[in-house]
């Protein structure tokens, strides 16, 4: 996956507004000024553009669309949700751009779309596209907690590693309480040669545990912190596998 440059413009800023984003700041800067200084080569347009044209037709409940962008420290949040009043209608869109001394970071806040278009594909289509604009900007790490409904599990498929080794703990020991022997066998086996490997490591690769059947419904309702390291190969890899995968 190759970079892309791109200068954002006053006629972008137009665009965003145009597709129906309210852009309220705490800055001094112009909002074209902005993405340019602390986010270069971010084509924000293309990718708004693409959740308008996927997520969109998902619902015909009101949308409201709202950019906040704040200099100190430099910030950047994109928020697109449905007007819902029940769960299973939800359509979220929620992603906080922001920059640390290390560099570009993304925190996947919230991502869900009404229940009867789930396990489509949709929401690949966007991470296709994120990816591309993380590459774009050169962002470090991705950032996610791991929790609410099926996150557990979900993001554990996409190649989050979870950095709270507690977390990783409280999840073996509630498959300890609900599997069989021979299955948590398993499970601790891939928990012991981590630790083993890496004492106190904060990158356990919850993947491995994704990718047992019988892990499903613990790894659905358990709540973590996770990381995608962009700089790491392994890490980048596994997401950009996850997500391109048909």
């Known amino acids: 996956m190759q970079a892309k440059k791109h200068s954002f413009t006053k006629a972008d800023t137009i665009k965003v507004i145009d597709l129906g984003y309210t852009i309220?700041?705490?800055?001094?800067?112009s909002f074209e000024k902005f993405l340019k200084t602390?986010?270069?080569?971010?084509?924000?347009v293309k990718l708004?553009?693409?959740?308008?044209?996927?997520?969109?037709?998902?619902?015909?409940?009101?949308?409201?669309?709202?950019?906040?962008?704040?200099?100190?420290?430099?910030?950047l949040?994109?928020?697109?949700?449905?007007?819902?009043?029940?769960?299973n209608d939800a359509l979220v869109f929620d992603r906080e751009f922001f920059k640390t001394a290390k560099g570009i970071e993304i925190n996947h806040s919230y991502c869900v779309i009404p229940l009867i278009h789930q396990n489509k594909g949709l929401v690949k289509i966007i991470f296709q596209a994120s990816l591309q604009e993380y590459v774009n900007m050169g962002a470090k790490?991705?950032?996610?907690?791991a929790g609410l409904t099926v996150g557990g599990h979900t993001w554990a498929r996409h190649g989050f590693v979870a950095i709270n080794p507690e977390?990783?703990?409280e999840i073996l020991d509630d498959a300890q309480s609900r599997l069989k022997p021979t299955e948590f066998g398993v499970v601790k086996h891939i928990f012991d040669k981590y630790y083993a490997?890496?004492?106190?490591?904060?990158?356990?690769?919850?993947?491995?545990?994704?990718?047992?059947?019988?892990?499903?419904?613990?790894l659905k309702g358990s709540d973590w912190m996770g990381e995608v390291d962009l700089t790491n190969k392994e890490q980048f890899s596994n997401f950009k596998d996850y997500v391109f995968r048909k």
Do not use: C
Not at 24 to 29: D, F
Not at 38 to 44: A, D, I, K, Q, Y
Not at 141 to 145: A, D, L, P, S, Y
């Open 77 to 87: 949040r994109m928020l697109y949700e449905n007007k819902r009043t029940k769960v």
């Open 167 to 169: 977390d990783v703990k």
């Open 48 to 75: 708004l553009e693409k959740v308008e044209a996927v997520f969109t037709p998902t619902t015909k409940l009101a949308i409201e669309r709202t950019i906040y962008y704040q200099d100190t420290p430099p910030k």
């Open 38 to 44: 602390e986010f270069p080569n971010f084509n924000l």
């Open 197 to 218: 490997d890496n004492p106190g490591g904060k990158a356990f690769p919850m993947v491995l545990w994704a990718k047992l059947d019988f892990m499903k419904d613990i």
């Open 24 to 29: 309220k700041k705490s800055s001094t800067l």
């Open 141 to 145: 790490k991705i950032n996610v907690h």
